[in-house]
């Protein structure tokens, strides 16, 4: 095998719960992980030496500071292979809470191990992908799991009936360490809806839509809506033009809603790009 091109799976939460601080400085979760269609593009190929990353689409680095390139040497460094050249079309909006970089390591992650044979298992992957990002296990499994650790602690469940999203993101990043400093400082704020972990997972596993509906939520969604108000203003702004949930991605800003069907998902994304250029139709996997 010469040239090996892959899709990059972006996530939601479909329930994010923050158990504690950590004495590592990290946080103790318990997450409903669920991949997404939205998905950047990685094409590798063999070259003679290092690890040459070309992108296109949104900006991103084309160094070490691409998750994307320190998976790549993190596998050469430690099972050695000469060189590979990563081509990278970005389209999962950046620092938004949907793994848009973890899915990029996870990707290549995959990529090399095959264009290589290096001979790693599903699960090896997952553990170097670990070292890489919290999200990056999950990238490397992909479908719906529980997460639980930092999140990299994974225990698949069965896949989620379809649901159609329209993903806003507004013009501004988060800082996920500034959300979970303002965590730290007032531990237990409660969300405009409390994610119900347990129904849901019993939900997930009778294929039970609107069980699922109902558990959706995300504790870190009133840090980030305190920090960033525009983030509650994008849920109010879903829920006012037909969505039936809407939930903040990760630790945001990036929000999803959930419609009852694809037509619907494109009428409301519709009215939502003129303010939100970067309203996006995509659906579960």
Not at 172 to 185: E, I, L, N, P
Request: with cysteine.
């Amino acid at each position: 095998m010469d040239v090996l091109t892959l899709p990059a799976y972006g996530k939601i939460n479909l329930t994010l719960k923050v158990l504690g601080r950590r004495s590592d400085g990290y946080h103790n979760l318990s997450t409903i992980f669920q991949s997404i269609a939205l998905a950047d593009r990685l094409t590798f190929s063999r070259c003679r030496e290092g690890i040459r990353l070309e992108t296109s689409g949104l900006p991103v680095p084309q160094g070490p500071e691409n998750l994307a390139y320190r998976a790549a040497a993190r596998l050469q460094s430690r099972y050695g292979f000469p060189g590979v050249r990563i081509t990278l079309k970005k389209q999962i909006p950046l620092a938004a809470g949907l793994a848009g970089g973890s899915a990029d390591a996870a990707a290549t992650l995959i990529g090399v191990n095959a264009l290589f044979n290096l001979g790693l298992t599903p699960g090896q992957l997952a553990r170097e992908g670990a070292a890489l990002g919290s999200d990056v296990p999950f990238c490397v499994i992909g479908g719906t799991a529980l997460g639980r650790g930092r999140g990299e602690e994974l225990s698949l469940l069965p896949p989620l009936p379809t649901l159609w999203l329209v993903l806003v993101k507004p013009s501004f990043g988060v800082s996920t360490a500034a959300v979970y400093r303002g965590w730290d400082a007032s531990p237990g704020q409660t969300p405009m809806e409390a994610p119900d972990e347990e129904r849901a997972l019993a939900a997930i596993r009778r294929g039970d839509r609107a069980g699922i509906m109902a558990s959706l939520g995300n504790d870190l969604e009133a840090v980030t809506c305190r920090l960033y108000p525009e983030v509650m203003a994008i849920k109010m702004r879903l829920l006012a033009e037909g969505a039936e949930r809407a939930v903040m991605c990760g630790s945001g800003p990036a929000v999803f809603g959930v419609a009852a069907d694809g037509e619907t998902a494109r009428r409301i994304a519709s009215r939502l790009q003129e303010t939100y250029p970067e309203t996006i139709v995509t659906r579960t996997l």
